[in-house]
């Protein structure tokens, strides 16, 4: 079922009721905006095909973007949850917004950053407040911090992870760490930015993310628009790649980092950690440290969200198995710490052992 909202078209068509200048996509790719008083969200289950931007006037309506991946990505997540009690409850009631958090937590269980940000909300509205007004700006002027903060932390986890790459390198990066799938900037492709406006990168392979092909129709985009050099190539094809010595390096996002340094995220990239591992190739993991979970020992404990199996068995819509096959969907898989060579930080590069470095990060950032 989809929610009822107003949707924005920008582009081409321009019939959208809001400027078409004021909807373009900035530099940094920011997938939502507070405008207005309106909270609004690029579609992303659209992109590339079109940009089309949802009007979130409740909270169901952003759980609903979350649910289908309209808004994707762990910090982005966490970024529109935080907007989504804001619209709980313009007035500022308490009630309705901590009602507004237990809902956007059931939204998707994988990326921690969804719970951190609603930890922080609960937290902020349960203050004490003269009156609900205050409440409810205190809690917009949070959520619009909160979205600043994670721009201005991608900014300085791709400066510190630049710093591990040579001009030409090559790189695969896998599902979409970009700024679509943050506040804006992006994480593994802020990295990759960075890397590339200080030497020049070589090459980029972008892998296409099955079943719903956040590398190719994202990150793809990302790059195109941001002139990188980049391919795109089918999942199976990365063995290939990295044993014909095309790769340089690895560099991915993460949705929950253990406190030992294991990795959930997006399906498919414990496969690439392996195949950089026998190749000798350095696997970097690019997230901010609301990424990591320091409550969650190991990959073991991480919740992975299981998807219904349509979207295998589906592509664009259109079906690519026989009626009535059944599709089995794990959204994420569990890279082990022992296959990554650092965590890219905003608090800089954490090496192994990781439950010392993520510790030492964490007391650095003084939380
Ligand atoms: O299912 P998605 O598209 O939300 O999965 C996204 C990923 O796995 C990303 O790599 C991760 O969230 C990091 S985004 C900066």
């Given amino acids: 079922m989809r929610i009822a909202a107003t949707y924005f078209r920008t582009g081409l068509s321009g019939d959208g009721r809001l400027q078409e200048t004021a909807m373009t996509l900035n530099e940094d790719f920011t997938p939502m905006r507070w405008e207005d008083g309106r909270f609004l969200l690029l579609d992303q289950t659209l992109l590339p095909a079109e940009e089309v931007w949802i009007d979130c006037a ?55 950053n969804l719970q951190w940000a609603l930890d922080l909300g609960r937290e902020l509205a349960q203050r004490d407040f003269a009156t609900d007004a205050e409440r409810a700006a205190a ?26 790459f040579q001009q030409g390198d090559r790189v695969v990066t896998h599902c979409n760490a970009g700024g679509l799938a943050t506040g804006g900037f992006g994480t593994a492709v802020g990295v990759i930015r960075a890397a590339h406006a200080r030497g020049g990168l070589g090459m980029v392979w972008v892998d296409e993310t099955r079943p719903l092909l956040q590398g190719a129709r994202l990150t793809s985009w990302e ?131 990781f439950d010392e470095s993520i510790a030492a990060a964490f007391a650095r950032a003084g939380r």
Avoid at 59 to 84: C, H, K, M, S, Y
Avoid at 139 to 164: C, F, K, P, S, Y
């Fill in 58 to 112: 409740s909270t169901e309506i952003v759980a609903d973007a979350i649910r289908r991946l309209a808004v994707r990505g762990a910090p982005a997540i966490g970024v529109a949850a935080a907007f989504g009690l804001v619209i709980a409850s313009p007035e500022g009631n308490l009630e309705k917004i901590l009602e507004a958090a237990d809902f956007l937590e059931t939204t998707r269980p994988t990326a921690v």
């Fill in 139 to 164: 809690v917009l002027a949070w959520a619009q911090e909160l979205h600043a903060d994670d721009i201005e932390t991608n900014r300085r986890m791709g400066e510190n992870g630049a710093a591990l």
């Fill in 223 to 353: 790059l195109g628009k941001l002139d990188i050099p980049h391919r795109l190539v089918t999942d199976s094809s990365i063995g290939a790649i990295v044993s014909r010595d095309l790769v340089d390096r690895v560099v991915v996002g993460a949705d929950r980092i253990a406190a030992n340094g294991d990795v959930a995220n997006k399906i498919g990239t414990y496969t690439v950690a392996v195949l950089a591992h026998r190749h000798g190739v350095p696997f970097y993991v690019a997230a901010p440290l609301s990424t990591i979970d320091r409550h969650t020992p190991s990959g073991q404990d991480i919740p992975i969200e299981e998807r219904d199996g349509n979207e295998v068995t589906h592509l664009g819509g259109q079906a690519v198995a026989p009626a009535g096959t059944e599709g089995m969907n794990f959204a994420f898989d569990v890279t082990p710490a022992e296959l990554v060579a650092a965590i890219i930080t905003e608090e800089g590069v954490l090496e192994p052992p």
